[in-house]
C-alpha cells in the first residue's frame, strides 16, 4: 500500500514571513499525523528560508510516525542529520535562487562524493533516498552509490497535459520497475495534489508519495488534519 508523507515546509513559509512564531510546523505535523500522515518530511535549506534548525530537533522528539529529512548534501547538513538521527534523509539538490526544488538530483555526475556521504550517513544508520528524476541511469547510478531509496520527481508529470503527461507517465512507471528490479525502495513526489495523484499512487510498489504545497494549500479552507484525510483517501485503495 502506497503511504503518505506530508511535507510540511509551507507552513514554516508562512511563519518566515514575518519572521515570529506561529504558525508552528511543529503543532501542525500533529494535526497531519491525526490526518493520516504516515510521515512527515521537511526541507532543511541552506539558507533557512522556511525550516528552522530548531524545527527538525523539536520534531524528531515529539512526532510519532516517521522524520524524512530532505537536505542538500553538504558537510554542514551531514553534521546535522548525524545529530538529528532521522528516520531517513532524501538528498535533493539545492540553488539559492530556487522557488523550489527544481529537478532532480544528478547522482550520476557526483558518483565518488555521493558514495562517501550515503555512506558516512549509513554509519549512523540513517537510510537514505535520492530525488532523481525518471532516467534509468540515474536509478543505476543510485543503486552503484548505494542508497536505499529513490524519490521520483513527479513534477514535470505535474506540469503537463494529454499525450504528454501520458507519456511522462509511462516514464515513471518503468522506472518505478527498474529500480524494483535493483532492490530499490521507491517513492515519489512533486507537483502531486487532490486532481493528478490517483495515477502515481496505483503504481505497483509505489511505497510512498511526498506531498506538500497541494495539502497545505487546501488546509487553509478546510484544515490540515482534513486535507490530509482527504489526500490519504485518494492514494488508499478502498
Ligand atoms: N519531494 C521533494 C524531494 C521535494 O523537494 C518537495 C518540495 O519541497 C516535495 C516532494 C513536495 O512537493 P510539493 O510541495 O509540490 O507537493
Known amino acids: 500500500m502506497t503511504t503518505l508523507g506530508v511535507n510540511i515546509d509551507h507552513i514554516a513559509n508562512v511563519r518566515q514571513a514575518r519572521k515570529t512564531v506561529e504558525p508552528d510546523p511543529v503543532q501542525f505535523a500533529f494535526l497531519a ?41 553538504t558537510p554542514e547538513m551531514l553534521e546535522i542529520a548525524k545529530k538529528l538521527l532521522p528516520d531517513y534523509v532524501t538528498i535533493v539538490p539545492e540553488k539559492r535562487e530556487e522557488v523550489t526544488t ?22 549512523s544508520n540513517i537510510e537514505v533516498s535520492a530525488f532523481i528524476d525518471p532516467l534509468s541511469d540515474q536509478i543505476n547510478y543510485s543503486k552503484e552509490i548505494g542508497f536505499n531509496f529513490i524519490e521520483l520527481h513527479t513534477g514535470k508529470y505535474a506540469e503537463l497535459s494529454g499525450n504528454d503527461q501520458y507519456e511522462e507517465l ?19 513526489g512533486h507537483g502531486l495534489n487532490y486532481n493528478n495523484v490517483k495515477k502515481i499512487a496505483s503504481i505497483n510498489n509505489m511505497n510512498e508519495l511526498n506531498i506538500g504545497h497541494s495539502i497545505v494549500a487546501r488546509a487553509l479552507a478546510v484544515g490540515l488534519e482534513k486535507s490530509v484525510r482527504e489526500m490519504k483517501s485518494l492514494i488508499t485503495p478502498n
Open 33 to 73: 499525523e491525526l490526518g493520516g500522515a504516515d510521515s512527515i518530511t521537511v526541507h532543511l535549506r541552506e539558507d533557512r528560508r522556511h525550516i528552522q534548525d530548531r524545527d527538525v530537533f523539536l520534531l524528531k522528539k515529539t512526532i510519532k510516525t516517521k522524520l524524512n529529512l530532505e537536505m542538500a548534501a
Open 102 to 123: 527544481e529537478g532532480g538530483l544528478d547522482v550520476k555526475g557526483n558518483v565518488k562524493y555521493l558514495k562517501d556521504f550515503v555512506e558516512n550517513l549509513g554509519d
Open 170 to 188: 509511462q516514464r515513471i512507471i518503468e522506472s518505478t520497475h527498474v529500480a524494483n528490479d535493483l532492490g530499490l525502495i521507491v517513492n515519489a
